[in-house]
């Protein structure tokens, strides 16, 4: 089905004269797209990866015409690729490719295009800090940024470092300077608003990429402020978002801004006590779970499962029913199915904490340590299976989230049998090897571990 319809967009496209109009003008038009990246939406993970080859080859030709552009977009193809499967070498190819790119037209002295090379960079650079939890990458987008004049800042530049001023924000717990952050979004979104009416499809979904780095960004100063209004806002601003878009030709981005409006209805839902707005954000979050399959974007389905996880875990600890968290248990595993192809990223590491959290809150629910024997188990046979020096975080993820079991069957029997001791040092192992990688928000859920520990020693 899905194939079909990428067919029937591709010629609506052709037939209306969308290919020159929409895709990077004068691009290659080998491929499926042709070029026109508002296409790659519609493209599974297998075809997309034939795309990014073809667009290696086109701007690996000798002779190519405008082989800054080519390259750029090369780099624009590979860098969806790494979002849908959270590859690193899918990354890091973008980045050489954006890289060169920036090279030849800094020599050609091409300012303009230039421009949209560095916005790439930028957002190359942020996708790894979200899928590796390396926050220097955050610091490395906003010097690159900083390298074009002000006199070539379009709407994109302007949008991504807004996004990029409350991220530090948020890191530094200054509530004011994220807000003014927000702010700062309102003139690019509205100048790419008004380029969606003159370019159509790639404008379209840059303006839906931009919104819900907005959204995701309002949620999160909303979430630190516990402010009801500002969840509001966030919850209408991501259903306008979805409503501008097609889920049959612009899947992912609506899936997106869906799945965010649940998100956001699930944290009203907690500020307010009300368990019906938390079964409505995981009505939507369930819509916006229909709409991507694992084949089509294994990254963005194995997200909306965890979101969905997370949604059902909160109607549990609203409501005390442990059906719902095994719901949000089988949420989690059909997440982690995805996420332990690629082991390091960071969210895996979310998935796998909330997941113990519920088995735990189960166990306490029910008094049955035989749930917690099982988790235990499993961790112990990951531990055991992964060693250390093969792949350190996956490691450390599996130390931490033993460490939480330890914690849990303390907390359940009121009895600490030395566990709490293990729990320690398995954190403390944790903490020492995500600082030696420089994975910063793996690094601070360990130390709130550690503390948690403390208190309870101190108790």
């Known amino acids: 089905m899905r194939e079909a319809m990428f067919e029937f967009g591709r010629d609506l496209k052709r037939l209306f004269g969308g290919e020159a109009e929409g ?28 795309e990014a080859r073809s667009a290696d080859i086109v701007a690996g030709r000798i002779g190519a015409k405008d082989r800054g552009s080519r390259l750029l977009e090369a780099a624009v193809v590979w860098r969806e690729l790494a979002r849908r499967v959270g590859d690193a070498a899918a990354l890091r190819k973008g980045a050489a490719q954006a890289e060169a790119a920036a090279k030849i037209l800094e020599a050609e002295r091409r300012h303009d295009i230039l421009a949209a090379v560095r916005c790439e960079q930028a957002v190359l650079a942020m996708l790894g800090a979200d899928l590796f939890g390396d926050e220097g990458l955050i610091a490395a987008a906003s010097a690159t940024l900083a390298l074009t004049p002000a006199q070539h ?34 003139a690019p979104l509205r100048a790419l608003a008004a380029a969606k009416r003159v370019k159509g ?16 960004l309002m949620l999160a100063c909303a979430a630190r402020l516990k402010d009801r209004a500002l969840t509001e806002t966030a919850i209408a601003e991501a259903k306008a978002g979805a409503a501008a878009l097609d889920p049959d ?50 990254m963005d389905w194995a997200r909306t499962q965890a979101a969905l996880g997370a949604g059902l875990q909160a109607l549990g600890e609203a409501s005390t029913n442990e059906r719902a968290y095994e719901q949000a248990v089988s949420a989690y595993d059909r997440a982690t199915h995805i996420l332990r192809v690629q082991p390091a990223l960071a969210l895996r590491a979310v998935v796998a904490n909330n997941r113990a959290l519920c088995l735990a809150r189960c166990a306490e629910l029910t008094a049955d340590l035989a749930v917690l024997d099982a988790a235990e188990l499993a961790f112990k046979a990951e531990l055991a299976s992964a060693p250390g020096g093969r792949d350190p975080a996956s490691w450390a993820v599996a130390q931490m989230n033993l460490a939480r079991l330890y914690e849990a069957r303390v907390e359940i029997t009121g009895r600490d049998d030395g566990r709490l001791a293990r729990a320690g040092a398995a954190l403390a192992s944790a903490f020492d090897v995500f600082s030696e990688l420089g994975l910063r928000s793996l690094t601070d859920l360990a130390a709130q571990g550690l503390q948690r520990l403390k208190q309870a020693h101190a108790v």
């Open 201 to 216: 499809g790639p404008a379209r979904l840059l303006l839906a990429e931009q919104r819900a780095a907005r959204v995701d």
């Open 153 to 186: 800042r379009g709407p994109l530049c302007l949008a991504l470092s807004a996004g990029l001023e409350g991220r530090a924000a948020l890191a530094a717990n200054d509530s004011d300077r994220a807000l003014s952050a927000l702010q700062a979004y309102e």
């Open 249 to 298: 030709f612009e899947p992912l981005a609506w899936s997106r801004l869906e799945g965010l409006r649940g998100a956001a209805l699930v944290q009203l839902g907690e500020l307010d006590g009300e368990l019906s707005r938390i079964a409505d954000g995981i009505s939507a979050l369930t819509a916006a779970a229909e709409c991507v399959t694992p084949d089509h974007s294994p």
């Open 23 to 50: 895709g990077f003008k004068g691009g290659w038009r080998e491929g499926l797209t042709g070029g026109d990246t508002s296409l790659l939406e519609l493209l599974d993970v297998r075809l997309l990866t034939n």
